[in-house]
């Protein structure tokens, strides 16, 4: 079965901190890969997207995400955390039909 | 570009009462739409996928009697929640796509749904 796992329920950085939010797939999964943020009682926002091209995926708000086919891995990182960067955060993969999600990671940024 | 939009972003209703929610696409022709529903703290559900001018496809587990989905044109799909109960409150979101981004959905604002 296709599935993404985001390792870490809630992750707590400092401000100015590298931001590491972590995300696998399983390798039925095709390579399409997707990092959301949700703010409060909104909906899904796009960071970026990972689409067969470069390995290295830039996004917006200074976020990046690298393909690693051999650890199965589509982490997100930041080298330095905001305190707009406080939010929910989910991993995608895209199945056959409908996108998969991880379970999410909130993000909490300390002052 | 890519927006869809959500009507009413806010809901709420006495139980036994049937809800609409209204989902656009706002400036491309979305083939297909997609309804989710997220509980507090979790991850999407997904409830059913509805292409334009077909009947929706139902996750397992979604009552479709329950949850009924019309996608009438190519910009507008409708949820609407029969006989509403408490247990139904959520947050309903939905996503579009269409035929030149197949292998990305486009999300709305969503949806916050309160029964009394």
Known sequence: AQSVTQLGSHVSVSEGALVLLRCNYSSSVPPYLFWYVQY???????????????????????????????????????????????AEYFCAGQG??????????RLTINP | ???????????????????????RSLDFQATTMFWYRQFPKQSLMLMA????????????????DKFLINH????????????????????????????????????GPGTRLTVL
């Open chain 1, 40 to 86: 409060p009682n909104q909906g899904l926002q796009l960071l970026l997207k990972y689409t067969s091209a470069a390995t290295l995926v830039k996004g917006i708000n200074g976020f990046e995400a690298e393909f690693k086919k051999s650890e199965t891995s589509f982490h997100l990182t930041k080298p330095s955390a905001h305190m707009s960067d406080a």
């Open chain 2, 49 to 64: 996928t509805s292409n334009e001018g077909s009947k929706a496809t139902y996750e397992q587990g979604v009552e479709k």
């Open chain 2, 72 to 107: 009438a044109s190519l910009t507008l799909s409708t949820l609407t929640v029969t006989s509403a109960h408490p247990e139904d409150s959520s947050f309903y979101i939905c996503s579009a796509r269409s035929s030149y981004s197949y292998n990305e959905q486009f999300f």
């Open chain 2, 1 to 23: 570009g890519a927006v869809v939009s959500q009507h009413p972003s806010r809901v709420i209703c006495k139980s036994g009462t049937s809800v609409k929610i209204e989902c």
């Open chain 1, 96 to 105: 056959a039909q409908k996108l998969v999600f991880g379970q999410g990671t």
